[in-house]
């Protein structure tokens, strides 16, 4: 296992609900760089990093992050893994905040990091909103499940 790819896996470790640590995730990261949630079109930077771990974490309680494969090339390491949980918690979204559903989530995911020396640089969030909605049960009437 590379350097790069164990600080990945420690990252991912302080994400999980069971070892949450936003501080310790945010100081794996180089003093410039930043978490940039695709889908949502949103990047953090600073202690700012930390926000998606915690949102995640307060939405699902039992957030779970399943590493299936890494690929690791030089400073680069890319991620296949599954958001898994229970919406038990306010999840906030762009167009208004999610209440719990009570249901599980199951969701496909592809994370790309960039790191130098030993720190991240740019970590790239490709989550599925689509899936993780449908799996909610609201992707139907979204608009109907938002409170405001």
Do not use: W
Not at 93 to 122: E, N, Q, W, Y
């Amino acid at each position: 296992m590379s350097n790069n790819e164990e600080i990945i896996r420690e990252l991912y470790a302080f994400a999980e609900a069971k070892s949450k640590d936003t501080k310790k995730f945010v100081s794996l990261f180089a003093d410039d760089g930043y978490f940039y949630d695709v889908p949502g079109g949103q990047k953090y930077h600073g202690n700012d990093i930390g926000l998606p771990v915690d949102v995640m974490a307060s939405a699902f309680p039992d957030i779970h992050r399943e590493l299936y494969t890494f690929y690791v090339k030089d400073d680069v390491v890319i991620v296949e893994l599954a958001l898994q949980g229970t919406h038990k918690g306010d999840f906030p979204m762009a167009g208004g905040v999610l209440t719990p559903t009570g249901r599980r989530m199951d969701a496909p995911c592809c994370d790309v990091f960039h790191l130098k020396d030993g720190k991240i640089t740019s970590f790239h969030c490709y989550n599925l909103p689509s899936v993780i909605l449908q799996q909610l049960g609201v992707l139907g009437n979204l608009e109907a499940a938002l409170k405001r």
